[in-house]
Nanobody, 115 residues
């Protein structure tokens, strides 16, 4: 079983920055991909950033502002968020897919952007 722990959320003023972390642990770990999703109140969950060994994908609304990266240990993924706006307010979730196609989700971390 794999557990995911997100951290780094909080309150930030517009145009501020935050970095989210997601650490995978458990009977690991043959990771295929790690992905950040977010869900704003009243909206569907959306993919924000996705990373595999060979590819990085960012949703258009965050390109140029957000960066996704893996840690040296490969079981950690970071989401560096800059120039945040109130539209980025959401619960951010980490998802991991392993090489057996099992899917794991974290509990989420809240990001609030307001003045």
């Amino acid at each position: 079983q794999v557990q995911l722990a997100e951290s780094g959320g909080g309150w930030v003023q517009p145009v501020g920055s935050l970095t989210l972390s997601c650490v995978a642990s458990g009977s690991t770990l043959s990771i295929y991909s790690m992905t950040w999703y977010r869900q704003a109140p009243g909206r569907q969950r959306e993919m924000v950033a996705h990373i595999t060994d060979n590819d990085i994908t960012l949703v258009d609304s965050v390109k140029g502002r957000f960066t996704i990266a893996r840690g040296n240990a490969k079981n950690t993924v970071f989401l560096q968020m800059a120039r945040l706006s109130p539209e980025d307010t959401a619960i951010y979730y980490c998802r991991l897919i392993d090489t057996h196609a099992y899917v794991y989700w974290g509990q989420g971390t809240q990001v609030n952007v307001s003045s």
